[in-house]
């Protein structure tokens, strides 16, 4: 089994900045691609951005120049650091992760719980 912890949502002003960081643990041989979604008020849940084996990261349009993200492979762990925050980026976050869990497995996805992030204007 794996899990993953999101922390680090709250409530922000418009302008202002949070951190968000998630954990993996459990039956973990490897981790491949690293990611952040986001699901806004009546909207579908959306990339916010994305880290690969390779350090390759894919972000969002909305988000470009914003949001950085990152990761620690030693920790099984990354993090996306939230800048000029706007209303429109409240949404529950959550982390997404591509997880080998023996040598002899394939992929599996696993998601974290969400974490609430109010931007208030």
């Known amino acids: 089994q794996v899990q993953l912890v999101e922390s680090g949502g709250g409530l922000v002003q418009a302008g202002g900045s949070l951190r968000l960081s998630c954990v993996a643990s459990g039956s973990i041989f490897s981790i491949n691609d690293m990611g952040w979604y986001r699901q806004g008020p009546g909207k579908q849940r959306e990339l916010v951005a994305v880290i690969r084996t390779s350090n390759s990261i894919v972000y969002a349009d909305s988000v470009k120049g914003r949001f950085t993200i990152s990761r620690d492979n030693t920790k099984n762990t990354w993090s996306l650091q939230m800048n000029s925050l706007k209303p429109e980026d409240t949404a529950v976050y959550y982390c997404?992760?591509?997880?080998?869990?023996?040598?002899?497995?394939?992929?599996?996805?696993?998601w974290g719980q969400g974490t609430l992030v109010t931007v208030s204007s």
């Open positions: 997404n992760a591509g997880v080998i869990t023996s040598m002899f497995e394939i992929e599996s996805r696993y």
